[in-house]
């Protein structure tokens, strides 16, 4: 099963700009559809952006919907959020997520079995 490792959370003023990236290791990469999620405090779990294994596919949350963009890197193992015009709205931890699937792409948490530590995003006024 696939090893995920997050970075680039932080703390950033509203308006900023973030690039969250997701390490992979311990399996083929590319056979993986890969998924972003966050988790305020007092709040579940909730879907952010989720990419199939080519990244022909693409889902994102109304939230975020012109304000962040998901990609892959496959050749080298990585998973990308680009957090662009944050608001305060967007704080939580942040997590990647991942299914080894080239058949579907989820947007629940159900849908992904392998998961991060997370990585802290703060955005302050």
């Known amino acids: 099963q696939v090893q995920l490792v997050e970075s680039g959370g932080g703390l950033v003023q509203a308006g900023g700009s973030l690039r969250l990236s997701c390490a992979a290791s311990g399996d083929i990469f590319n056979a993986y559809a890969m998924g972003w999620f966050r988790q305020a405090p007092g709040k579940e779990r909730e879907f952010v952006a989720a990419?199939?294994?080519?990244?022909?596919?693409?889902y994102y949350a109304d939230s975020v919907k012109g304000r962040f963009t998901v990609s892959r890197d496959n050749a080298n193992n990585t998973v990308y959020l680009q957090m662009n015009n944050l608001e305060p709205e967007d704080t939580a931890v942040y997590y990647c997520?991942?299914?080894?699937?080239?058949?579907?792409?989820?947007?629940?948490?159900?849908?992904?079995?392998?998961w991060g530590q997370g990585t802290q995003v703060t955005v302050s006024w």
């Open positions: 997520a991942a299914e080894k699937t080239r058949q579907r792409l989820g947007r629940n948490a159900a849908d992904f079995a392998s």
């Open positions: 990419i199939s294994w080519g990244g022909g596919t693409i």
